[in-house]
């Protein structure tokens, strides 16, 4: 017994169990749950049933056997290549974005920590900084995939995809800058830590979103587009070429396109809750002190998983509700209206924080 | 602009022919692409994302309607038009049973020229209804496609009460309907237009005043008046360049100049202009509906005059003239007198106007369709160039093409 848990306690083994436990239970079962969710969502919003006919004998789930049907569907569809691919890119593009995805989460902390156990794969000094690294790794996959399949529709949809996600990535930068303004570090635990301060006594917790207002809403819009989910979803543009990047691509490739996006989705919403909405911090919960240690821990999941459901709620609603931006629209809110609001954000930071501190 | 030797290389599999790094970029839309929504292929020209030429290409949807037709009897080309413009038959079922009246010299009943607006006017609606919530759902805001396809069904389901089918409705006949309205049916029709009204109210405070929506269509596929008269055009897109062409005034039919309704006009042409008109269209079509509704005349749904339509059994059993009837209208059909005509209606996507020429006989010698957005799809390469591609989108979904009555 003491054996196991001395192995358990080698950092590497552990930073490996924290990976599959928050990879495996937390970011891929929600980011599948997440597809049947937006489905159910929007049946709702347009006066549909939405999935109900996958079924074992009478058991349907409410279309929950639906996940299953998909995915052993793309397991045995037929993986297509069309002549003339780049062979290799055109094999590995559609994991860059998966993998962009999920290494999101290493820098997540989903709870306090407990004594030396933190609830997060890896604390790293340059912190959100990893972030901006690795969501421009995924930029790679809509490229490759759109230029490695031979298809003119793909490789209009790779070269928007690659052009609106590195414009967004500028401003998505200096829309954090504030954060790191206010909070003095890039480590996450050091900015959600930072959000557990109270403004006039006890009264408003230093949420992100209440000192950087303009900071969350940039932010946001940054990531939603980053992601290329609606309304900045020319890229794929299912109506006029059809569905961009990914076009050719067929089965498990394809749902890999398909899981990376919600995949993403979840990790947009984990960000926002941990950076601008107190992270796992639950307000004014300090005022009870003698609260159990388990308890809180447990309190400080829900609290965070509630929040990032909200957020993902929140995206699909988004989706359902607005039309698209055409692709030259999204550049030029990008450039002319985006950037210069996030500089001036970050001037206006600055001026404010010499001036109280 | 078919470059022979790219098309030569397709065929023959090769892919080395397509050259990527050229500047101008030839790409097929169509004729399978999920905004191309009759069958249609335009061959895009692209310098970037701007499009610099573009070849429509139609037929895809060909089925002789017109061929046919001379080789069937007068009625029997009723059951044929349903198949023209597929999202309004009833006003397809309306235009061509008004030429062969029009080629009788004779008028349907008041009862049934009253309904016959109504039914004209519910599939002026649905025609509209899709239009929209196909240009909404193309720019990505595919709930309104589906609200409007709901408040669409409310209208379908009126259809099928009064004719027993949602699209091939064959309904009409010469000098009268096939049917009278059903029991109860103005108090649903009621009940469907309040939902309807409803339905217009909740997507003009989603849609038309949605930012997004407005910068896809605003200034997109502008046309001006000149170029839309030379172009041809009719119906809610010349209204929408400015001009308050509408046959239901220019040229009254049916009972149409007893009612009151007021003629939307837009003013550059665009594609938000287009689709404010059509919305302005459904509301107007209410009002006439419920006009329509209101003056109901009591009183036959079908034609007196002998040789129109099959004479009552008691007549075809009792007496001669009955019976020599019966057997010349199923032995000969309707023989309508020696001449021509031609004979205009507003369909849902403008002048739908047909042409029939008669030597006495009981076949048709030449049954012509006007089809209203065939100098629609024409104008596509004159809207569409200087714009992106995206751009064919709304535009395209604002040319309401409908295969049936283009390809015929």
Not at chain 2, 175 to 195: E, H, I, M, T
Not at chain 2, 258 to 281: A, H, K, N, Q, T
Request: overall charge negative.
């Amino acid at each position: 017994m003491e054996i196991i848990l001395e192995i358990i306690m080698i950092p590497a083994v552990l930073a490996t169990i924290k990976i599959l436990v928050i990879i495996l239970m937390f970011a891929m079962p929600l980011g599948t749950v997440l597809t049947l969710m937006e489905r159910k969502w929007s049946a709702m919003i347009q006066d549909r049933v939405g999935p109900n006919r996958a079924n074992i004998g009478k058991f349907t789930g409410h279309g929950a056997l639906h996940l299953a049907a998909d995915g052993l569907k793309s397991i045995f569809k037929e993986d297509t290549m069309p002549k003339g691919a780049d062979g290799f890119l055109y094999l590995i593009a559609p994991f860059f974005g998966l993998i962009a995805g999920v290494a999101t989460f290493a820098i997540i902390p989903l709870a306090g920590p407990i004594g030396d156990f933190t609830f997060q794969v890896t604390d790293i000094e340059p912190g959100l900084l990893f972030i901006f690294a690795i969501t421009s790794l995924s930029v790679y996959g809509a490229v490759l995939a759109g230029s490695s399949s031979n298809s003119k529709f793909a490789l209009l949809g790779g070269t928007r995809a690659a052009a609106q996600m590195i414009s967004y990535e500028v401003f998505m930068g200096l829309a954090l800058m504030g954060i790191f303004m206010v909070y003095g570090t890039t480590r996450v635990s050091g900015i959600v830590d930072g959000q557990n301060e109270y403004w006039f006594g006890n009264l408003i917790p230093m949420w992100g979103v209440f000192t950087q207002p303009l900071g969350f809403l940039l932010f946001f819009t940054a990531l939603v587009a980053e992601t290329k989910r609606a309304p900045f979803d020319a890229p794929e543009g299912e109506s006029e070429i059809v569905a961009g990047y990914f076009l050719e691509y067929s089965g498990m490739r394809w749902s890999a396109f398909m899981l990376a996006e919600y995949v993403a989705l979840v990790g947009v919403a984990s960000l926002i809750t941990t950076l601008f909405f107190g992270g796992y911090h639950i307000p004014w919960l300090h005022l009870w002190e003698s609260a159990p240690q388990w308890l809180v821990t447990i309190m400080q999941v829900i609290k965070f998983s509630i929040f990032t459901l909200f957020f993902c709620w929140f995206q699909i609603q988004l989706r359902w509700t607005v039309p698209k931006f055409r692709f030259d629209q999204t550049m030029s809110l990008g450039w002319k209206k985006l950037l210069p609001l996030s500089l001036v954000n970050v001037i206006v930071t600055a001026f404010v924080i010499l001036a109280f501190a | 602009m078919t470059d022979m030797s790219a098309l030569q290389s397709r065929i023959e599999g090769d892919s080395s022919g397509e050259d990527f790094s050229a500047s101008i970029m030839s790409i097929e839309i169509g004729p399978a692409h999920p905004a191309m929504h009759g069958i249609v292929r335009f061959t895009t020209h692209l310098d970037g994302e701007l499009i610099v030429g573009m070849d429509p290409e139609i037929g895809y949807l060909h089925r002789g309607f017109e061929k046919e037709s001379e080789n069937s009897k007068w009625i029997q080309v009723i059951p044929y038009t349903d198949r023209l413009n597929y999202v309004s038959p009833l006003l397809n079922n309306i235009g061509y049973s008004m030429a062969v009246e029009k080629l009788y010299g004779i008028e349907a009943p008041r009862r049934a020229e009253f309904t016959r607006v109504i039914m004209g006017e519910i599939s002026r609606i649905t025609d509209h209804l899709t239009c929209l919530g196909a240009v909404a759902m193309e720019i990505g805001a595919f709930t309104f496609f589906l609200w409007f396809i709901k408040a669409r069904e409310y209208l379908w389901e009126l259809v099928e009460e009064m004719t027993g089918a949602r699209l091939t409705t064959n309904w009409t006949r010469f000098g009268g309907n096939a049917s009278d309205l059903p029991d109860g049916f103005l108090n649903d029709l009621a009940d469907r237009l309040v939902k309807l009204k409803e339905i217009m109210r909740e997507c003009d405070k989603l849609l038309t005043r949605n930012k997004i929506f407005i910068d896809r269509v605003k200034d997109v596929g502008s046309f001006s008046k000149e170029d839309a008269l030379s172009f041809g055009f009719t119906g809610p897109l010349l209204r929408a360049s400015g001009i308050p062409y509408d046959v239901r005034r220019a040229d009254p039919y049916s009972v149409y100049d007893e009612l009151d309704f007021e003629i939307p006009v837009g003013s550059v042409g665009d594609c938000f202009d287009r689709f404010l008109v059509r919305m302005e269209e459904i509301r107007q079509s209410i009002l006439i509906i419920e006009q329509a509704a209101d003056k109901m005349p009591e009183g036959p749904y079908m034609t007196d005059e002998r040789m129109m339509h099959y004479p009552d059994k008691k007549d075809v059993y009792g007496n001669i003239e009955g019976l020599i009837d019966h057997f010349k209208l199923v032995m000969e059909g309707h023989q309508p007198p020696a001449g021509e005509v031609y004979m205009p209606i507003e369909g849902g996507n403008g002048e739908m106007g047909f042409y029939l020429v008669s030597d006495g006989s009981g076949d048709p010698v030449r049954v012509r369709m006007r089809p209203p957005c065939f100098n629609l799809v024409a104008a596509m390469p004159a809207m569409t160039i200087g714009h992106y591609v995206a751009d064919i989108v709304p535009i395209f979904g604002s040319v309401n093409m409908i295969g049936g009555e283009l390809d015929r």
